[in-house]
């Protein structure tokens, strides 16, 4: 059964920086595509970025510029580095991955940005 395990959460003051990664473990196949989403209490989970296979990446306009997500394939892993984090980047952040047979997600993991 394949599990998005995510780490890398915590808190950080505003302008810091954390980098959150995603391992795809219980399978030998590659994602398609794998992303972040985050969801803030009372609100919806957002898509924050997300990459193709092939690297091609896409970002929500309020993380472009800040956030960097990258992934190795061969260890089917996702990374998301965060900069210059700020307040209203405080939500529990989940992993998401999909093949060709089914989609993922993570278990999420915290990110708290204090002021």
């Known amino acids: 059964q394949v599990q998005l395990v995510e780490s890398g959460g915590g808190l950080v003051q505003a302008g810091g920086s954390l980098k959150l990664s995603c391992a795809a473990s219980g399978s030998t196949r590659v994602m398609n595509a794998m992303a972040w989403y985050r969801q803030a209490p009372g609100k919806q989970r957002d898509l924050v970025a997300s990459i193709t296979i092939g690297g091609v990446t896409n970002y929500s306009d309020s993380v472009k510029g800040r956030f960097i997500i990258s992934r190795e394939n061969a260890k089917n892993t996702v990374y998301l580095q965060m900069n210059n984090l700020k307040p209203e980047d405080t939500a529990v952040y989940y992993c998401?991955?999909?093949?060709?047979?089914?989609?993922?997600w993570g278990q999420g993991t915290q990110v708290t940005v204090s002021s």
């Open positions: 998401y991955g999909i093949s060709i047979i089914s989609v993922y």
